[in-house]
């Protein structure tokens, strides 16, 4: 394996997500941020949970293409709009509907979960860059 995720101890627990990642190997894959929108760019959901895992399963997409998976993903970074502390659970369910379907780590990789007042469409309400290391 060439991620290994840790939390030491000292650091804010439980959180949903590792504090650090470890990688070995020399190739990078970076996933540009995905959203909801199929190949044809047209919207796939509405609502905050289905938006955040149709942008998790278009960064699979995007880490296959590269030769690389969700094991392989040392950060991700979720950009959410008009975000609020009462949208995490929205957001976490989100990540829960596709975790095993996606093989997405629990907890998450390394992440930053980023409010931000408009993404490049209004519809648009978050949208989720990854970096993974491979061998």
């Known amino acids: 394996m060439t991620v290994t995720y840790v939390?030491?101890?000292?650091?804010?627990?439980?959180?949903?997500?590792?504090?650090?990642?470890?990688?070995?190997?020399?190739?990078?894959v970076h996933v540009a941020g995905q959203v909801s929108r199929d190949a044809d760019g047209q919207a796939l959901s509405a609502d905050l949970r289905g938006q955040t895992a149709d942008?998790?399963?278009?960064?699979?997409?995007?880490?296959?293409?590269?030769?690389?998976?969700?094991?392989?993903?040392?950060?991700?970074?979720?950009y959410v709009t008009g975000?609020?502390?009462?949208?995490i659970e929205d957001f976490l369910a989100g990540v829960g509907d596709v975790a095993a379907e996606l093989g997405l780590p629990q907890p998450l990789p390394p992440s930053s979960l980023i409010g931000v007042e408009i993404l490049f469409e209004p519809d648009v309400l978050v949208e989720v860059e990854a970096i993974a290391v491979t061998d």
Do not use: C, K
């Open 83 to 87: 975000w609020r502390p009462d949208r």
């Open 55 to 78: 942008a998790l399963r278009n960064v699979a997409i995007g880490l296959a293409g590269g030769g690389a998976s969700f094991a392989d993903v040392v950060r991700l970074t979720f």
């Open 7 to 28: 939390s030491p101890e000292g650091m804010t627990q439980p959180v949903p997500y590792h504090h650090v990642a470890v990688a070995t190997g020399t190739r990078q």
